[in-house]
């Protein structure tokens, strides 16, 4: 069954809560404890369109959000890692889901762990999904790396140009409606949303791992570019959980039944420890 591309799902709703620097817009499936998606850049809350139905159907309330600037969200006054991170704990606020489960995907997972070092109690748990963890050096590297164009072709040539692009430095498993909603959000967005690409290098990840207290799980996929990142986390916190997946970036897209098996593990044993903890409380 394909499910359709950028309108809701089946029993998703979409709203808008205020966030620091204009509207937010999220998407919402399910009850229960809150999981909270954060995606990459240049993508969106539709990026989590397969991973909604199996969060909600396990018993949780999955909130995807769009970050300022990307998909139906205002941009930011000045975009950041920090400005994202703001507008995800402004979301749990606004939607009284706290303290929530946090998962950020790439550049989104940068923005959901300053959100657990900063805010620690809106985050009763962390999913790093292919965080990238560089270093000082690797991050001066990558400044410049994605420069955006959004100048229209006559001829449309812009449509296929981008195709092209995201054909040779996406995901080599990438379906062609993966690869079809990528481009089209691309020049939905606008120019902002280039932003969430280029302000990645210009956070000190290092520095803020450290102050996380939250469960955290790893997730490192071995054809993903940033791999390595996860070998350098679990380094860096080897107190935190791990797994490993066999594709690349696009799991959550195309490979969504392998990408859930770790995350379902982990959604489950944080699931049950609050109902512990909560068991043993009122038993005080």
Not at 83 to 97: F, G, H, K, P, R
Not at 195 to 201: A, T, Y
Not at 251 to 256: H, P, Q, T
Request: proline residues 8%; glycine residues 8%.
């Amino acid at each position: 069954m394909t499910l359709p591309i950028m309108t809701a799902l089946p029993g998703e709703r979409r709203g808008y809560v205020d966030g620091p620097d204009g509207q937010l817009h999220y998407r919402s499936m399910g009850e229960g404890p809150a999981v909270v998606l954060v995606h990459q850049a240049p993508w969106s809350s539709i990026q989590f369109r397969h991973a909604l139905p199996l969060i909600a159907r396990a018993g949780f309330r999955a909130i995807a959000i769009d970050l300022p600037a990307h998909g139906m969200s205002d941009p930011p006054t000045t975009p950041s890692i920090e400005a994202y991170a703001q507008a995800t704990a402004a979301l749990i606020e606004a939607l009284d889901v706290a303290p929530a489960i946090v998962l950020g995907h790439r550049g989104g997972g940068l923005a959901a762990g300053k959100l657990a070092a900063d805010r620690p109690e809106l985050v009763r748990a962390l999913i790093l999904d292919n965080a990238p963890f560089m270093s000082a050096e690797d991050r001066a590297a990558r400044i410049g790396r994605f420069p955006d164009n959004q100048e229209i072709a006559p001829d449309g040539r812009h449509i296929s140009d981008r195709w092209e692009w995201v054909k040779r430095v996406g995901d080599k498993d990438w379906s062609d409606e993966t690869v079809h909603i990528g481009v089209v959000s691309y020049f939905l967005h606008g120019p902002w949303k280039e932003h969430g690409h280029s302000v990645i290098p210009l956070f000190d990840f290092e520095a803020e791992v450290p102050r996380i207290s939250a469960p955290t799980l790893i997730i490192g996929s071995r054809t993903d570019a940033v791999f390595p990142s996860a070998a350098r986390l679990r380094e860096a916190r080897p107190d935190w959980n791990y797994a490993e997946l066999p594709g690349g970036p696009g799991m959550v897209l195309d490979r969504i039944t392998e990408w859930w098996v770790p995350v379902a593990t982990f959604l489950n044993s944080v699931a049950k420890t609050a109902q512990s903890e909560t068991i043993d409380g009122n038993t005080a």
